[in-house]
């Protein structure tokens, strides 16, 4: 591989690098003997209480519906750009947001044209630098003590629209990076603490939603304005030599720590293959392909295997964000009890191929960069519930649903006011089920784990749509001896506005997204319905009975509601929806843990009492055996049935290589493949060096 | 002579006091009787009645008002023993209250466990799920009916929800605080189906009429709770009432409410009492802090397992919560905020051997049982209140005026095993590596508390409560940058003292978003009788209300506060309003700018965005009703000198320069006001000990209030 690029008129592929904390500088070096053990110990709380102070109010300010319900990430980053100190439930901002600091230091700090000085303010929403996608967007500002910086400033968030060709800030139609709106390296937007106007006045108005884009931007800077007054009494008071020395102490014993936590699990290597059904606009087989190896104190991340880069497609990631996922499943489960910050990369090493789509390169789009990097969390919860299984099996969990159905959308609300957002619903999927209890329904996003789905009265407040309905979804999850949390369906109706862009972004319509654990089911494959002119808006006003109220409610009986009804992948390019038009979307929920023919009756029992299983799937799935109309538990039947069950298993069984021969005649058509790479290896190795050679 | 008592529930004691009309004050704690909160109630009049020299009978004939902040509406909800409810809620709704805006498993959890992902867990439902019925109807964020409510359906489900075993019904729709209409035909077709003379006859909630807010998530939980513990309430204090009354009390039982005020238990709703005696404590603060020149007081309570903090700004109760949490739910109650962080005095502390070794203490606790080790129940973690023991601070043969003996020996033990051993270090300075870090910690989060609120926490007076307050206040004030603390004197029964001195409030609120400013138009409001005609509304019927109550309107001040936004945010600032009317645009704008004003002050001028939109969300109109406040008793001044207070001395370690010194101990009960001790000194009074750190000085005011000041 040549020397990554530096050069400042592009993109800098040196900087991104960069993820794992900076060496030592001489300064922090020589701090480290002034941290005493009990000083140190109040500045982690004190810090962290900077944070918090930071993400609160970030929180509070914000208008997007991420900022709303609070997909906030909020840090103090050393004077090199590492993230020491972190408030979020967003982990891979805790890994993330330190390259646009990385890139200030580098290209900024010392050009005349620039500099670096008290009271500037930076702005990013370059996914490069980001690593996710462009709605993914930042500000971060320098803190000066006796002239010298000692550390950055910063809060990240998604706002939900950022002027791409689409509404909503995901591309599903992006040929290149050029289509996804704003795209905006670290620059700087104000200087002397005063916002410059001219700049918010360009970014503003090349975004369907000027004010919610000027009150986030305004959001993010006051935050940062009251950490930065805190960090000045820290500093007032312990001086400045200790406060660098102490952040850069908070990222080595975090990586040490990390090291130590890994180093306790038994080396290893770990496979887990992800696949996924679509580029963005068409339906197309791409590869993942994870293995993870554990070897002392360091895990590594491979993905030689994986399917090539497509140049003309919105679901290619940057490689730092498949990491800055690694990290949500590191900070949220495997590390739950260190802090969050860059210093865990020090356990962590990666491998990713050149021409791959989760390493993506040039002008590639990255709009549905998210799918991709959640369809890869998921092989990491899978790897990681194997890893850690020996020594807490608790925690050896299913994996949260891993898919996407984001509706994006854009228009006008009701009060003529421009809007463009993603509905909140994503953050109710369910969660996945454990070795001893069930997942949680509709337990949040797992990358977002401080975020929430707020309320349908404040979405249709100032969004112009009716809820038909927002309820559980009983066929969202994966059935297990412990099943997946249900995750919800909902179905909104245009109301009170001529027309509205609504679009979607996800995967797992063709085949499942969201595997199961240790012979747990995979969550179902979603798919959205709408309705174009739709009649609801009559049945609603004539009180019509038998309208939908969940999900379940779509596959049952034949429809009241008329007009055009499509079935469709939850990846789509924005459609305009009129008055009365109707969109149905699914949230699904988690991976199932274990056999269902091992799944407690009463569980079952239970579940159909509240309608969170369906009746088939108790009979057909978990072989339960009940009188369907009095809810009445027959023990013997069932005992019965899954004998037969057992049974029927052994006599579809057959000898591994036996299996093989079958499987190795089938293949995807040419057109599923397109994009695939070889067959069925993506790098194109023969099939007997791609099955690989090392247990797992 | 008469009094006014105040009767604070606790989960360790009930604390009563009695403020007679000569400001005199009279306290008393008793354990609490969790098998039948009167008995100790009763036991505690009755010792009241005692120390004022005067028969039960003739004591309780002459009390004022008896203000109860009690617990009952708490434990049933942690006992999770309230009746079987129905919940009747919109068609597609159904699930609303269960999925809880998805991260309901949060609410009500402290971070440590919020953060272990893969162990959460939706705290059990007050509701069963199968007593949740959707019913065909609709109404738009407009108000506006845009399905009608269908009457065949309702009243098959309800009686589905009968034939369940439904012992009430809670109704709560989409939009209903916009529009009541089809909550107010369900209440009349149940009950016209179950009329009040029908053994079968259920009591009905309205959700636009017990939290008439937007968010159905949480008007629907806020209904939910209240009738919950309604029924258990109203049992419980209806039998209380009639103890007190065959007592000799002849007036009604008056409730503390969360919202800062009072009311008759036969005037209060459920809900409003859960968590009031924090707030009879911040009321307290306001109280003393008249009399000693405090309008801004931060109000800390530190107890065994938890430490309570309220910020109360120019002598007024103004931090409301958002969404407060009770239990695990969220509501929307006009609750004032107090926050309550797991660190007391039996926070353990702990080895964090992945972070380096470092020291920690908390977030576990080992509460009353077993609790520190120095109690000898078994406890073997290493506590807080062992290592203020093993530092020289707690009296052992004198702990809890005499009522319990700590083991020092025990608590030096942990200590060694569990802190000084794995680090290196002695016994003494693992002890004050405690006591430091637990300070700094519990100050940060005061100063965050404060901060967040848009104040600057160095300006205020803290108040230290609690069993524990005096003992670590001299700690964890620097942390918040303040310079004064004052432990009140009666500190271990404060939120009794708050409640004996607090009036008759009650807050109004509603929402309804008005576009004070357009964005897209760039003009004010010019309807301006959308805003007045709110406020009236309001206006009437607090006015029908507290007449109810036997007041008259001329005694009645309202206090009129909106909560406002820019443009699409979510969070809300509060907006004190002057006025009960608008009478021209320049009242619009005048509100406009005050927002922004308070906007800016709160979260920096370069937050603000007035061209974004003005919004009104929510009014609260508060309503209370004037009384002579209280007056105490002042006690002769003693001069500075408290020789004569001196009982002798304890080796005491307050830092590492200086190892263990022989510090003065006083005796709380002789010092006298004007009384002056500079630290390092110990005061050992009843219920807390005061450590007087070096560098501080304290003094008694004329009302026996601990006044310490950090020297400059």
New interface residues.
Partial sequence: MKAPATFRYGRDYEIVQRLRPEPMTERELNAQSLIE??D???F???AG?VA??GK??T?????STA????DVAFGIYTARGDLAVCATGIYHHAVLSQLPVKYIVKHWRDDPSVGLAEGDSFFFNDPFYGGVHNADMGLVIPVFSEGEPVCFIGAAVHTGECGGSEPGGMVNGAKSRYDEGLLVPPIKIGAN?L?KEDILAMLSNMTRDP??M??DI??R???C??AER?VKEIIAEKGSDFYVGALRKILQ??G??AR??VARINDGVYRQPRFMDTTGPDDALLKINLTVIKKGDKIKLCFDGSSPAIPDRPINSYFQGILGLAMVYFC??FC????ANNGLLEAVEWEFPEDSFVNAKGDMPVSYAPATQVAFAQGMFMCGARMIYALEP??A?GSWYSGFAVTPFGGFN????P?ADITPEI??TG?GA?PD?DG?????A?FA??????????M???RPF???????FNNSYGHGKFRGGSG?GY?VMV??VPWLAIGGMGFGTRFPSTLGLFGGRASPPVFVQCVHGSDM?SL??T???G????MGDLYQDAPLESGQRTLGHVSSPPQLYGEGDTLYVPIMGGAGYGDVLERDPERVMADL??NMVTPWAAEHVYKVACDRDCRRFDPEKTRALRNEARGERKRAGKPYAEFMVEWSKLRPSPETLRYYGAYPDPAGRDAASAAGGVAS | MGFNVGIDIGGTFTDFCSIGDDGNIIAYKTPTTHYDLSVGFMRGMRELAKRCELAPRDYLSKVHALRYSTTVGTNALIERNGPKLALITT??????I??????S??DGLPM?E?????????PAPLID??MVV?I???I???GKV?????RE?LLAKIQLLVDKGAMGFVVSL??SFLNTEHELLIKKIIEEEYPEDYLGSMPVTLSSQISPK?????RTMTSVVNAYIHGIMADNLNQLSSELRDGGYQRPLILVHNTGGTKKVSRTKAVLTHNAGPVAGMYGSLAVGALSGNPNVVFTDMGGTSFDIGVIVDAELRAHDFIPVIDRWRTNIPAIEVKSIGSGGGSIAWINE???N???VGPHSAGSMPGPACYDKGGEQPTVTDADLVLGYLNPDNYLAGEMFLDVELSAGVIEEKIAKP?GISVLEAAY?IR??VD??MG??V??EV??KGHDPRKFAVFACGGAGATHACGFAP?IGARKVVVPAVASVFGAFGASTMEIRQVWDLSR?L?LFR??QQHYLEDLESFNGIVRGLKLAAIRDLKLEGFREEQMEFHLELDMR??????LTKVSVPRLALQSEDDVRELCDSFTRRYSEI??P????PV??VNAECFYLSASVRQEKAAFRKEAGGGESPAAALAGSRQAYFDPAHGFIDTPVYDWRLLKPEHTIHGPALIDAPETTYVIDRGWTYVMDAWRNGVLRRDS
């Fill in positions: 053990g009990l140190f110990e109040i982690q709380h004190k209480m918090l102070e609160e109010t929180m509070r300010l914000g208008a900022m709303r319900w609070g603490f916002l004010r919610t000027m009150l305004k959001a800077l006051a935050a304005r009251i805190r014993m975090t040490e720590a130590k936590k949220g489960w739950h009890d260190l802090p608790a925690r969990v009701q009060w003529g006011e809007v953050n109710a969660a454990r209890m949680v329904d509709a337990a949040g797992f784990t401080m975020s929430d789905c707020g309320d349908v009265e404040s249709e407040a100032d009716v809820y038909l309905f927002r309820n559980f919800v179905g109301h009170g808006k609603l006003a009180g019509s009975a309208l939908p109220h969940n009492k509240r | 068609a597609g709704f159904e699930d609303t269960f999925i809880g805006r998805s991260r498993w949060a440590h919020v953060r272990d992902m893969a162990r959460i867990s939706k799920p199968d959707g065909s109807e609709r738009d964020c407009h845009i399905a009608p409510l269908n359906e989409m939009w937007a968010g159905e998530y949480t992945l972070m380096g470092s020291l920690e680090l590596r430091r870090l700094a910690r940060q989060e100063f965050n901060a967040l942390y978003t576009k964005w897209d820019y443009g699409s945010q979510y969070n979260y920096s370069e937050a603000a965005f974004g939109g």
